[in-house]
Every structure is written in structure tokens, then in C-alpha cells.
């Protein structure tokens, strides 16, 4: 019987010094139908790049698994499974415990094999939220689990999610004559909820492949930290957003420089903002307006000024009345003007 | 036990316990070095998790227990387990299994040797957490293996024998074992447990071969196959499942020679059949009362027998034609119900029906709903439904599904 192990051992990564350190290596390859400009299969590319190739990933239903697994032609490079829609957690926990008790008990050769888990926004916000929530509670496990967020279903036709925002035109919530916004309901916070109610996860983090280096060192320093880890990515949909897909990073990078996407990890229960996120609440850099953003976008098209005026309030509150800006919210006359320590 | 020579280490014996069937399964999972187990809370069958709980603790059972927040994390955290190369189990009862019933679909197709215990369960609503069948009769159709037990021994060398046949690189599907709700799972009896060494010269280690989820072999486990492939992998699992009946022989002709237990036909009891004109079929713990009855009207010199079906999945379709053939009138006894199906009767009688149409004789088939949601099936209960299938024997008319025990 091999020795025992507290828990399976972790990957040494470190953070990738400069996009000319970044390994040429390529474990998210060819053979996959996504659309022109897809953000997200650049999200799975730099994910599984940045873990390298001794990694397992589990994908659940969505357009990242309908997209890249075509029989005969998937692009994974590294062994991949599929797992329902609303059980990235459970694959993920799953897995990182057969590993664990085949190593303890010498059926497998220790050593340290990342688990990836990845789900959509419908996927990770919606059904499968209670199974992540759980799986970050399971803290003898080390795996990550990766929410890719175009804010719609969209491998079955542009449907609205749980993270889908305010007034989007999806094939549920299509501009009316009689109700011009159909989807009335503002965007989940899920890191800011999966971080704040799981003490005991030691990372979560929001990331845009816009900014490439830092959302693979997000990832690594995830796959490295021990235990069950969190992270959310915003991936511009040239398809569901409707927009030209030579702008999917100029979109990215505008929803963070209006500060509809912050930049944030809580690592070990420190909230650290990063990017171009750090250089706005340090008053280096403005927020640009949502106008923006919104304007570049087919499913604001029916939007008039005053919709882009009720999004820009929403987010000016987010930054100017939530007790950490952009990230926990409730307002800071809850706390009666105090400041949290 | 002559058969006990043939054991590689003698030294070692059979332990007798007092034991509930929830109980006999948790000892076989520690019998069976289980790597992964998965737990929620539902009448009956959480009891399992208990007993598994209890050895966890006391260090009795070396296996990842996690306790999750649903039956359908409970069966997806297994699943996946098992694609990485750990022996698993896992279970449920009634609604629970409804609601893990997604993470059911996709475990045969996966080629998943899960093997769960299903404390059989009315579904909801109303509620009622008594015993009926439909919970698990509802994976009949999705390449399950599908098994029911008797007592607490039969759980527990079930279990043995369902990770043997499920992990069989011919077979490589999940099974589930139907345990009745409290009759079984809560009613201790003494139990013979078998040394663990036994256990492994009849149980080998999960291997899954070239169908690990591992660095080592990275493969793509279930990409889109749409309509270019579906059709072919279906029937691989048909095959697999046909296979299953071969690979379950050779696994109780082994456990006889390992344990030195026999359970002849391994796909069903037959109690005193030889000589009776009539016999009534049921699954589970329906054998207590029935057994009593036939023997009390054996000794009124009614010829009267029962048979009692354990594998559901695979179908004993030929064994059982075979013998149905040879009395003058059938009845069989549900303790499950199909709205709306043929004859307005439960699922093993359609199941029987349609295994009796290729018969070389087709006695009279008489359909009997008993005893649902846990209320008991008594001695009158079953010489009600003897008569009923006497009459059927002699030419009489009878009708073809009748509600036994039910108040007007």
C-alpha cells in the first residue's frame, strides 16, 4: 500500500512571467466547430493550457461540449469527459475523489493530476449551482471549477440565464410590442456569492481572456492552491450578443473598462482587485460609460436612453454604494456608514 | 459444505451476525474495499448509509465517503468516480431516485458498473414510505441490471455478485439492487458474513481498461455521436446486457464454490413447484407471506407453488417460459402498477405476458396488485388470490387484473 496522503499532492504552477513564457503547447486543438470570434473556446484553450497536459477535465452540457466533441473530431487533447448540465460540481468532486482514494489506497501512482470541471452560465448559475455550491464545502478534494459566462444557453438557440443581463434580447425574452423589456431580472454575483458563503474554498476569481497571461495565472494559481476552487469568466458571444466577432476581446475588455465585469480573486479570504478593475477603484482609470458597450451589441439594440441610463445606474451603485465596489454588495447605509474592516 | 476444501485458506471462516438487509449491504461494501460512496438522506434506503457511515468512522471501511446535497449530485459524483477507475455505490428510494433519475439515464450508457440499492419505495405524492416497486422498475428500460432480494444473506451476497457481473469487462453496466422498504431494509436476520479473503478470490479489482479516465489514456468520454453512431452504441449495450446472463451464471457458479452457498437458478426460486397444478410469481419479500400460505394450503392438499423472481434485468425470458409451461394457471403478484398498460396490470405481469408468448404451452395468466406502498400481503390475502388462479386453471372466466386488499 502506497503511503498515505492527506489529500491527492498539488501541481507546482507557477504564474506565467510574460506571454513569451507561456508554453507553445497545445491540449485544446483543432477539430471543433465553435463559432467565428468564440470567446470561449479560447477560455477552454488558455484554461487547459495554463494546467498543462497530467489534468482531466469535465465538461457539462452546453455549447462548449456540442461544439468541441464532435465524434471523430473532439479537440481535447487531454481525457475528457462529459458530465450533465447541472453537475459540473459533481464530476469535478467525483473525480478528484476516485483519485484520492486510488492513490491512498496504491491502486494509482500518486501524483498530482489537475481536475477541471467547466459549465455555462445556465449550467453553473442555474441548475447546477447546488452541486458547486456543495462541491466547494468538500475541502479534502483539490479541483477547480471554471464557469464560462456568455449569459445565455447558447448552444440551444440564445435562451436567457440566470446571468444573462437586464433587458437582453434571447429568444426568451425578445423585444415586444407591448413589453419592450421582457427580462427584467439583473445578473447574479456567483463568485461574489460562492466566495462569500464558502469559507472554507481557498479561491475563487472572476477572469476575461481578453487579458490572457492573467486569466492563465488565475487558473494556475487555482489548480495549485489546494481543495475546491471557483472561477468566472465573461466570454463575449459574437452570436448570442450579436456583434461583428472580429470584436469579441474588444467587448471583453470594455465590460471590464465599464466596470460591468470586475477583475477580482479572494484568495484565502482576501479580496484583491486586479487589472484594469484595480486601476479604476484606485481612481488611476475612469469607468467608461455602458452606453459603450451596450451600443456594440445587437441584443441592446431595442434599448432607448433611458434603458441605458437605468443599466448605468445599477452599475454606478455597484461601484458607489456596495460595501466592497463592484463585488459585495448590499448598500453601506446597511452598516450604517461603517466601512468593513 | 463439502465444497469448503476447495477454499485456499480454510483457516478462515463465516461469521454470524444479527443484521438488517441496510446492514448486509454495508458490510458487503466493506467487503468489497469500495472506493467511493456517495450519501443523501431518503427512507428506507438511507439506512444503508448509516451502517456505511458507522464503518467509516470506525475505520472499518477505507473509502471517499461524501455526503451530497442531492440524488443527483449522489449519482453523478459516483459516476464519474467509477470513469477514474474507483468501485462504487451508491443508492436511493422512491421520489429520490426520480430525482437522481437524469444522473440513472446516462450511468448504463457510460458503461458505468455503478452498483446501487434501491430501498424500494412508494413515489410521491401522497406520501407514503412503504414499499412498492415502481421506483426501481422505472430504470427497466435504460440498460440497468436489475435485481431483487429476499433477505438480509441474499443482499448481501447479492451485492457481492453485482459488483462481480457489473465490473465483468463483458458486461459494464450499473446495477441496482431492489431491497423492499422496512420489510427488508429495517428487518435484521442472521446473516453469515463471509472473511474478506473469500471475498477477494471471487470479486477481482475493478479494472477499466482502455476505458479509463486518466492522463495516461486521454480519450474523450461521450462526445456527440448524434445519429451517425446512437443506433450502433445502443446496441453495443444490448449486447452487453445479453451478455450479463452468461457472466451472472459464472458468477454464482463461483460463488458456490468460493462460499459454499447455493442458490441453484440464479434467476429465480422456485418454491414447491414440483408438483403443483397453480403457482403465483412475486419479487422481494412478497415470499414471506406467500411461502406461509402455500404451505398452509399444501396441507389442505391444494397443489400450489411460488416462484420468485430475482434478475428482472437481464429478463429470464427462456427459463421462465420453460417453466411457467408447466402449470395449468399462472398468477402473478405486483407490487407495482402501470397505468393505462395492457390488461390494466402491474409491470411484471406484462413482462410475464409477453415472456409466455413464445411458450410451447400459454397457461392462463391471472394479474394480482398487492400490497403497494408498504401495506402488508397477508396469508387470506394470498389463498384469495390462489382460488382467483384455481379458477383460471379449471376454464372458469376470470378477469385479468384484480386490486387484492384494496377497501371498496
Known amino acids: ?341 | 459444505m463439502a465444497k469448503v476444501a476447495q477454499r485456499s485458506e480454510p483457516a478462515e471462516t463465516e461469521r454470524e451476525e444479527l443484521i438488517s438487509g441496510s446492514e448486509a449491504i454495508a458490510v458487503a461494501c466493506k467487503l468489497a474495499d469500495v472506493d467511493v460512496i456517495t450519501a443523501y438522506p431518503i427512507r428506507p434506503y438511507d439506512t444503508v448509509m448509516q451502517y456505511v457511515a458507522r464503518l467509516v468512522a470506525n475505520g472499518e471501511l477505507d473509502c471517499e465517503y461524501i455526503v451530497a446535497e442531492s440524488e443527483h449530485s449522489q449519482f453523478e459524483i459516483v459516476k464519474h468516480a467509477s470513469a477514474a477507475g474507483a468501485r462504487v455505490f451508491c443508492g436511493s428510494s422512491g421520489v429520490g431516485w426520480m430525482y437522481a433519475f437524469e444522473a440513472l439515464t446516462v450511468t448504463p450508457a457510460l458503461r458505468i458498473p455503478l452498483v446501487a440499492m434501491v430501498g424500494n419505495r412508494a413515489l410521491d405524492d401522497p406520501g407514503a414510505f412503504g414499499v412498492e416497486h415502481n421506483d426501481a422498475l422505472a430504470v427497466r428500460d435504460l440498460g440497468w441490471l436489475l435485481v431483487w432480494v429476499d433477505t438480509a444473506q441474499e443482499a448481501l451476497d447479492t451485492a457481492l455478485i453485482a459488483w462481480r457481473v457489473a465490473e465483468d469487462r463483458r458486461v459494464f453496466l450499473p446495477c441496482a439492487i431492489g431491497c423492499d422498504g422496512a420489510f427488508l431494509t429495517h428487518s435484521q436476520s442472521i446473516v453469515r458474513v463471509p472473511p474478506s479473503s473469500w471475498v477477494r478470490q471471487f470479486l477481482p479489482p475493478y479494472n477499466r481498461g482502455d476505458l479509463l479516465l486518466h492522463p495516461d489514456n486521454p480519450i474523450t468520454v461521450a462526445p456527440q455521436v448524434n445519429e451517425d453512431w446512437l443506433m450502433e452504441l445502443r446496441k453495443h449495450n444490448d449486447e452487453a446486457m445479453t451478455r450479463a446472463r452468461q457472466v451472472l451464471r459464472e458468477a454464482y457458479t463461483d460463488f458456490e464454490r468460493i462460499f459454499g452457498r447455493t442458490y441453484g437458478n440464479p434467476f429465480f426460486e422456485e418454491y414447491q413447484t414440483e408438483d403443483a397444478e397453480v403457482v403465483l410469481v412475486g419479487m422481494g419479500t412478497l415470499s414471506m407471506p406467500v411461502k406461509v400460505a402455500v404451505r398452509q394450503m399444501r396441507q389442505q392438499g391444494l397443489q400450489v407453488g411460488f416462484v420468485r423472481l430475482r434478475w428482472f434485468r437481464p429478463f429470464p425470458t427462456q427459463e421462465l417460459a420453460a417453466t411457467l409451461s408447466r402449470f395449468r394457471a399462472v398468477g402473478v403478484i405486483d407490487r407495482d402498477y402501470s397505468f393505462g398498460s395492457p390488461h390494466s396490470s402491474g409491470v411484471l405481469a406484462n413482462e410475464i405476458r409477453a415472456a409466455l408468448y413464445s411458450a410451447p404451452a400459454r397457461p392462463p395468466l391471472v394479474a394480482f396488485i398487492c400490497g403497494l406502498g408498504g401495506r402488508e400481503v397477508t396469508v387470506p390475502n394470498v389463498r384469495e388470490m390462489t382460488e382467483l388462479v384455481r379458477r383460471a386453471a379449471a376454464g372458469e372466466p376470470v378477469e385479468s387484473t384484480y386490486w387484492i386488499g384494496i377497501r371498496q
Open chain 1, 1 to 341: 500500500m502506497a503511503e498515505a496522503i492527506a489529500t491527492t499532492p498539488l501541481p507546482t504552477l507557477e504564474p506565467f512571467k510574460g506571454v513569451k513564457k507561456v508554453p507553445l503547447g497545445e491540449y485544446f486543438t483543432s477539430g471543433h466547430r465553435t463559432c467565428q470570434g468564440c470567446e470561449s473556446a479560447l477560455v477552454m484553450r488558455l484554461m487547459v493550457k495554463a494546467a498543462g497536459p497530467r489534468t482531466i477535465v469535465l465538461g457539462s452540457t452546453g455549447c462548449m461540449y456540442v461544439a468541441n466533441t464532435t465524434y471523430y473530431s473532439t479537440s481535447w487533447v487531454v481525457p475528457w469527459m462529459h458530465t450533465q448540465l447541472g453537475s459540473s460540481g459533481s464530476a469535478g468532486l467525483g473525480t478528484a475523489a476516485a483519485l484520492r482514494a486510488l492513490m491512498r489506497k496504491g491502486k494509482l501512482p500518486t501524483e498530482p493530476i489537475n481536475v477541471i470541471a467547466f459549465c455555462g452560465d445556465g449550467g453553473g448559475a442555474d441548475m447546477g449551482l447546488s452541486a458547486i455550491s456543495a462541491a466547494l464545502t468538500h475541502t479534502e478534494y483539490n479541483f477547480l471549477i471554471l464557469l464560462y459566462d456568455n449569459e445565455s444557453y447558447a448552444n440551444t438557440d440564445i435562451q436567457l440565464s440566470g446571468l444573462t443581463p437586464y433587458g437582453a434580447h434571447t429568444t426568451f425574452s425578445p423585444p415586444g410590442t407591448a413589453k419592450r423589456i421582457l427580462h427584467q431580472r439583473w445578473k447574479k454575483n456567483v463568485a461574489g456569492m460562492l466566495a462569500a458563503g464558502h469559507p472554507s474554498c481557498r479561491y475563487v476569481a472572476t477572469v476575461c481572456a481578453s487579458y490572457a497571461v492573467e486569466m492563465m495565472n488565475r487558473v494556475r494559481k487555482a489548480l495549485s492552491i489546494g481543495g475546491p476552487t471557483f472561477i468566472h469568466s465573461l466570454d463575449p458571444c459574437p452570436k448570442g450578443w450579436d456583434y461583428d466577432p472580429m470584436l469579441s476581446h474588444e467587448l471583453g475588455e470594455l465590460a471590464v473598462e465599464c466596470g460591468i465585469w470586475p477583475l477580482y480573486e479572494v484568495e484565502d479570504h482576501k479580496l484583491k482587485l486586479y487589472g484594469r478593475t484595480k486601476g479604476i477603484a484606485q481612481g488611476r482609470s475612469k469607468r467608461r460609460p455602458v452606453r459603450d458597450y451596450l451600443v456594440r451589441q445587437g441584443r441592446f439594440a431595442h434599448f432607448t436612453d433611458d434603458d441605458i441610463d437605468y443599466f448605468q445606474a445599477k452599475v454606478d451603485e455597484m461601484w458607489e454604494r456596495w460595501i466592497i465596489p463592484g463585488v459585495i454588495p448590499f448598500a453601506s447605509e446597511i452598516t450604517n456608514g461603517r466601512s468593513p474592516d
